[in-house]
């Protein structure tokens, strides 16, 4: 009895033994065959695309499962920072001279940038500026001696501060502002500027006066398009992307009908 019992015993280990090693081997087999989730999609997105973006990379990762970030700056430093080295898969800039740096570097997969969507620049003010006095806003607050302070992106780092030294100049008012310019390093912090009261009126992107906030605390006329070239805003994809394609398929989502429709709605109108 004392054999048979001994026996049952060590029968009975080795079915225990044997049940646990096939469960940890379907365990690790389960994992081995669980897809690892997809690498984010890193994008460098211009000033003026902070307003606009996070609902576009909603849809996107709703859509895809792939999840998406942007970083915001001016497309200057944006560009610097690519040449430098910085590991981005997108760069949404909001000119095509800063993207074609990239592609002059050998850094993009493109020949050319892709052109997502074109830029308006408007005339933005608090509702209790001093200016205005009961008077609504126009293009000739501009030329009233009793304005101090006009905001503007830095035209040297940012298309929009470009575009609104255009619209000076186009205006003939070069020598009237010049004294009371309020340079900012990017459209967004322009519009910091004018909305804080650091600035009575400020030259912005059409994304940055359709905030919520900006449209509940002030009014804004846009800027005649002939006073200013084009803002025409371009992307590539950067060749050493850590995930290969999306890139691609981000820009492809976004000019659909459904995202051209978003963005203009939240102030880019369609490239044409």
Excluded: C
Excluded at 75 to 98: E, H, N, P, R
């Amino acid at each position: 009895m004392t054999r048979r019992r001994q026996a049952a015993a060590l029968a009975l280990a080795v079915l225990l033994l044997v049940g646990r090693n096939a469960r940890q081997n379907a365990g690790r087999n389960a994992i081995a065959q669980t897809p690892l989730p997809p690498p984010p999609l890193h994008i460098a997105a211009a000033a003026d695309l902070e307003p606009v973006l996070p609902a576009v990379l909603e849809a996107f990762t709703k859509q895809t499962g792939i999840p998406a970030q942007a970083t915001y700056q001016s497309s200057a430093t944006l560009t610097q920072q690519i040449l430098g080295g910085a590991s981005i898969d997108l760069f949404l800039a909001a000119d095509l001279g800063f993207p074609q740096r990239v592609i002059d570097a050998g850094l993009a997969t493109e020949s050319q940038p892709v052109v997502y969507a074109r830029g308006t620049l408007v005339l933005w003010a608090r509702k209790d500026a001093p200016v205005f006095q009961g008077r609504p806003l126009s293009l000739d607050t501009l030329r009233d001696p009793r304005l101090q302070s006009v905001a503007i992106a830095n035209p040297e780092t940012a298309p929009y501060g470009r575009a609104a030294q255009a619209a000076i100049n186009k205006l003939s008012l070069q020598a009237t502002l010049a004294p009371k310019l309020r340079v900012a390093s990017n459209i967004a912090q322009a519009a910091q500027y004018v909305d804080s009261g650091n600035a009575e009126v400020g030259f912005l992107s059409l994304t940055s006066a359709s905030t919520p906030r900006l449209m509940s605390d002030g009014a804004f006329v846009p800027v005649p398009a002939s006073d200013y070239p084009p803002i025409l805003q371009g992307a590539v994809v950067l060749r050493h992307a850590s995930a290969a394609g999306v890139g691609d398929r981000f820009l492809d989502f976004l000019r659909t009908p459904a995202m051209r429709t978003l963005l203009q709605q939240k102030g880019l109108m369609p490239p044409s």
